[in-house]
């Protein structure tokens, strides 16, 4: 079995990559000067950004490969594991790396804030992909927050270290809110598969085999992460991934209502439903009528 490499600190993390420990909490990493390496898992107990200029290595996430280009930014959660895979000969990484540990986080806005950056839920085929003067941007941001690191520890230390990644991960929503603007045909081609994928589930034997379709279901059919997926949605229908599975749930609940030869009870197990109570209770929210109540009017009309 294949070893996996731990990096619980960020001490930890600059020994492999031969790099001093200016602070134990955060680091920032020109990988150009980072020992050669083969064939890797490696676990980070970190947060970790990634900026890599030039293809080196395909990096595994899962089941999943991506080859770096120019220019793209892939970002790592604590308690991810992920490979750099090659043909087997040392190579030199290029590009450059921020690893912090949460525990510098606490205390700080920032803490409050670290689940708006979904983007660390992503798979790294879902990875930002920026443009030259993006890359600066980030670069800016890197050199900042690596000043702070050559300067003596102060009582301004902290605060400026924090609030300069703060800033990086702001920019980097905006970032992503661009791709997801430029890659705009691509999105509703998953929208459109989306749609199918929905209404082939209603048509089918698993909402009784399996329930109501989740979120993390329909991203897993669609390959993508969950949250990519959640994020993806949202910035193209305005709602979240949960209201539009709930919208379709309710459009499929109406077909059926018109059936007058199936109880309430029948049509909400039919759509996956354990209890029909919890099926009248979400159709009333998002109607305003129960469900007898929207049947007798609409054999009324």
Not at 227 to 238: N, Q, R, S, V, W
Request: glycine share 6%; net charge negative; hydrophobic share 35%.
């Amino acid at each position: 079995m294949e070893d996996l490499i731990r990096f619980d600190t960020v001490s930890q993390y600059n020994i492999f990559n031969q790099q001093e420990t200016l602070h134990p909490l955060v680091t920032v990493i020109d990988l150009a000067t980072a020992s050669p390496r083969r064939k890797a898992s490696q676990y980070m107990g970190c947060y970790g950004v990634f900026l890599k200029e030039v293809i080196c290595g395909d990096l595994k996430y899962g089941k999943e490969y991506y080859d770096y280009q120019e220019g793209t930014l892939v970002f790592m959660a604590p308690g991810q594991v992920f490979t750099v895979e090659n043909d087997g000969e040392l190579y030199q990484p290029k590009g450059h790396a921020l690893a912090f540990h949460p525990d510098l986080l606490h205390g700080t806005p920032l803490n409050s804030r670290m689940h708006e950056f979904s983007f660390f839920g992503y798979q790294v085929n879902e990875a930002l992909h920026l443009s030259q003067r993006e890359t600066q941007i980030v670069m800016d941001c890197l050199g900042k927050i690596r000043y702070e690191l050559e300067h003596s520890i102060d009582k301004h230390s902290r605060k400026l270290i924090v609030s300069n990644i703060e800033l990086f991960l702001d920019y980097c929503i905006r970032f992503y809110d661009r791709q997801f603007l430029t890659r705009d045909v691509v999105h509703k081609g998953v929208l459109a598969k989306f749609e199918t994928l929905l209404s082939s589930y209603f048509t089918s034997d698993k909402p009784q085999t399996i329930g109501l379709p989740s979120v993390a279901y329909c991203a897993s059919e669609l390959n993508l992460s969950p949250k990519y997926f959640g994020d993806l949605i949202k910035k193209e229908t305005g709602q979240s991934a949960q209201e539009y599975v709930q919208h379709k749930v309710i459009e499929a609940a109406k077909e059926r209502i018109f059936d007058g030869s199936k109880t309430i009870n029948e049509i909400a197990f039919e759509l996956g439903f354990k209890y029909p109570q919890h099926f009248s209770r979400v159709f009333k929210q998002r109607v305003g009528q129960s469900p007898n109540e929207y049947r007798i009017l609409s054999d009324l009309n």
